[in-house]
């Protein structure tokens, strides 16, 4: 059983690995750098490991469970939320927040809940269709915008609706993709 502690940000729910004990620690790479003073810890998925603050400003819950992840997806990313900003559209207009470097993970997530034999996530995200709304700042500009990138270029109705609601639907990349709707 391990246990996780779990965070909330604006996109969706986080976790770290959460240690309160040395016996814990045993068979991972943290067994021979982190003493009993310093516990509890938190660990990340690159092999960082920093003190557990249960007075942190974002911290949610301590989770135990048998799996690998302790979230779900639309916990994760969440799902057809109104502050959407970057993330993923489905071809039925879904869509799943995250970050500006989070577009990886959430469609490792996504693929292993919908298209569990794919190898290639964005890839296969991609070739069914699905949207990548993504961070357009250069570093030059004085705002962040956001592209809508198309791996087939063509567009559902339900995703068309979807960019107006969100303000996407003048975008030029948008426009181009309009060109080729049937």
């Given at each position: 059983?391990?246990k996780f502690?779990?965070?909330?940000?604006e996109?969706?729910?986080?976790?770290?690995?959460y240690?309160d004990?040395?016996e814990?620690l045993h068979?991972t790479?943290?067994?021979?750098?982190?003493?009993?003073d310093?516990?509890p810890?938190?660990?990340?998925?690159?092999?960082?490991y920093f003190c557990f603050?249960?007075?942190?400003?974002?911290f949610?819950?301590?989770?135990e469970?048998?799996?690998?992840?302790?979230l779900p997806?639309e916990?994760?990313?969440?799902?057809?939320?109104e502050?959407f900003?970057?993330g993923w559209?489905?071809?039925?207009?879904?869509?799943y927040?995250?970050?500006?470097?989070?577009?990886t993970k959430?469609a490792k997530?996504?693929?292993?809940?919908?298209?569990?034999?794919?190898?290639?996530p964005?890839?296969?995200l991609?070739k069914?269709?699905?949207?990548k709304?993504i961070d357009?700042?250069?570093g030059?500009e004085?705002?962040?915008?956001?592209?809508?990138?198309?791996l087939?270029?063509?567009?559902t109705?339900?995703?068309i609706?979807?960019?107006f609601?969100?303000?996407?639907y003048?975008?030029?990349?948008?426009k181009?993709?309009l060109?080729?709707?049937?």
């Open positions: 059983m391990k502690a779990i965070y909330k940000s996109t969706g729910y986080y976790y770290y690995e240690f004990s040395i814990q068979g790479h943290l067994e021979d750098i982190v003493t009993a310093k516990l810890i938190v660990a990340d998925e690159r092999g960082g603050n249960p007075n942190d400003y974002n949610s819950e301590l989770i469970t048998d799996g690998e992840c302790p997806l916990k994760m990313f969440f799902k057809n939320d502050n900003k970057l559209i489905s071809s039925d207009g879904d869509t927040s995250c970050d500006y470097t989070g577009h959430a997530m996504i693929v292993s809940k919908f298209f569990p034999d794919a190898k290639l964005e890839r296969t991609g069914h269709g699905w949207l709304v357009s700042w250069d030059t004085r705002q962040h915008g956001q592209f809508v990138y198309s087939t270029g063509r567009l109705n339900r995703q609706n979807k960019l609601d969100l303000g996407l003048d975008n030029p990349e948008v181009e993709m060109k080729n709707y049937d």
